[in-house]
């Protein structure tokens, strides 16, 4: 299965994607009306895709004792299907685990209806490169795959220039989203990327979510055998964009505007680091992002999207201090967040 010429576009053009979190009740019981809820928060606040069963919407929905994979990307997929969007949309589904688990995920998303699968190497350290490329080469022949260079800070990996290189060789390969958090492991990606005769085939998506701004104005040129290759990170998919979504989609679009003009405003530098920390307070940047996927809760709690800030596995909480620091970031940069939005929309879904 291939994505389909309207799909392909919209990808290349350049989407905003958000990780869709998870909506549990106080008993780490799956909140249906609150996920479908959270979906329908992000179809109102004008997202150009949606990521589901990925790091934000935690690792462990795959655990037998909780089994929540296929039922939360399936009420996810439900909530876009009502929506009867009149604008391109991906859906992308996360994959993890070995090749027979990535497998078997990447044919439950097929069968609901996914376009991509999100596939993550994490937790498989006792897998060589080869090895990986072999399972990559697997998943791509069900359904098209986004790359996924995840942070070693939570569970990522370092790989070799050589690795991305074959990687970007792969058909079906469709796009790249880099998160390692690491400005010279990201140009390694991109860089072979250029080298690859498939570059044209693969969309770069930033999922640094400590470098947005910065990753999506710029431009990367490099001359490979004599010849100059372009390529730019076009969209983003990020666990960041999963909450003050509304004026984030508006950032978004407002950028990709200012790019196309000769000179940037140097506005946007301030900007740039204004989103940078804001995620330092949401991911817990300063405890190695252990509260992160809480963090991002705690946010969506605060405004009414979620009940709490639960998390499936007990360690997963906010870190001493982050609820300060959250509260820093909402009074230091009142433009960012969406609390109007999201007032709103409650208040619309109430009426319904």
């Not at 869709?20 to 809820?37: F, S, V």
């Not at 790019?259 to 190695?288: C, L, P, R």
């Not at 201090?321 to 409650?346: C, H, M």
Request: hydrophobic share 40%.
């Amino acid at each position: 299965m291939t994505l389909s010429p309207e799909l392909k576009e919209h990808l290349h053009e350049g989407a905003f994607i958000p990780a869709h979190p998870l909506a549990l009740t106080i008993n780490k019981q799956l909140d249906e009306e609150a996920q479908r809820r959270l979906t329908r928060y992000y179809l109102e606040a004008g997202v150009g895709g949606i990521a589901v069963g990925v790091h934000t919407t935690q690792f462990e929905i795959r655990d037998p004792s909780f089994n929540l994979y296929e039922i939360v990307l399936r009420l996810a997929i439900e909530e876009v299907e009502k929506a009867q969007l009149q604008r391109p949309f991906l859906k992308i589904a996360g994959v993890c685990g070995g090749t027979e688990q990535a497998i078997k995920e990447t044919k439950i998303a097929k069968s609901l209806g996914y376009d991509i699968v999100l596939l993550s190497n994490g937790g498989l350290n006792e897998y060589s490169e080869k090895e990986l490329l072999i399972r990559t080469a697997e998943v791509a022949k069900e359904l098209p795959v986004f790359g996924f260079y995840l942070q070693p800070a939570v569970g990522g990996r370092v790989f070799s220039y050589d690795f991305w290189e074959k990687f970007a060789n792969i058909p079906n390969v469709v796009g790249i989203k880099m998160a390692p958090f690491n400005r010279y492991l990201t140009l390694d990606v991109i860089r072979a990327v250029c080298a690859s005769p498939r570059r044209d085939e693969i969309a770069l998506y930033t999922g640094n979510d400590d470098n947005i701004i910065t990753d999506l104005f710029t431009i990367y040129d490099f001359e490979l055998d004599g010849k100059q290759a372009t390529k730019p990170i076009v969209g983003g998919l990020l666990g960041h964009w999963s909450v003050w979504t509304y004026e984030a989609v508006k950032l978004f679009e407002q950028q990709k505007l200012a790019h196309n003009k000769e000179q940037v405003d140097k506005k946007w530098f301030s900007i740039a680091q204004n989103v940078t920390d804001a995620n330092s307070a949401f991911f817990d940047a300063k405890n190695d992002f252990k509260g992160s996927i809480a963090g991002i809760n705690e946010v969506l709690t605060r405004q009414g999207l979620l009940k709490g800030n639960w998390c499936l596995m007990d360690h997963e909480t906010l870190s001493p201090g982050q609820s300060e620091e959250i509260d820093r970031v909402y009074a230091t940069y009142p433009e960012l967040n969406d609390d109007k939005f999201v007032k709103s929309f409650l208040n619309n879904e109430m009426e319904k």
